[in-house]
């Protein structure tokens, strides 16, 4: 009788633990107590408070120019268009990379942008690129859609404008 109360023991804990088991495996999300539906509404983020941006790698151009005026030129609008960007909310990043042996140069990830070609005309709006001294690969990033909640701050951190 023992042995019949054991089996009927372990047979009872092993179906709670696959019930468990598999309750758990349909549902393994959590809910986040912080959520702010309007929030969210707002930067545009899904259920997981993501949105699709394009992440792009700027490059060295094909123009080998040394021409430092338009060079100087280039890089100067380069600069405004940045700025331009960032108050059109169409850019959220936007900095250099270190030296590389992929003659990668900076980054920019857009925001608000529909489509891959919306982004293309977008790009080919700033001189560097315009002129063949930068060029880009594109890509779709799926990033945390409180991205641009920090651009308020980046402008009472910086001390010079280049």
Request: charged letters at 20%; one cysteine or more; glycine letters at 8%.
């Amino acid at each position: 009788m023992k042995c019949l109360l054991k089996s009927v023991a372990l047979l009872i804990l092993l179906l709670l633990w696959g019930a468990a088991n598999t309750a758990w495996a349909q549902n393994d999300t959590i809910a986040n107590p912080n959520y702010d539906e309007e929030l969210a509404k707002e930067l545009g983020g899904d259920d997981y408070g993501m949105k699709s941006y394009f992440l792009v790698i700027l490059k060295t151009g094909a123009n080998t120019t040394a021409d430092k005026e338009q060079i100087n030129a280039s890089f100067r609008g380069h600069l405004e268009n940045i700025n331009k960007l960032v108050e059109e909310g169409k850019l959220v990043v936007a900095g250099p990379l270190g030296k590389n042996d992929q003659q990668y140069r900076g980054i920019f990830i857009l925001n608000n942008i529909s489509t891959m070609e919306e982004a293309q005309e977008l790009l080919d709006t700033d001189p560097a690129i315009n002129n063949g001294l930068l060029a880009y690969d594109i890509f779709t990033w799926y990033g945390s859609a409180a991205l641009p909640e920090y651009l308020p701050f980046s402008d009472k951190i910086w001390k010079l404008n280049p």
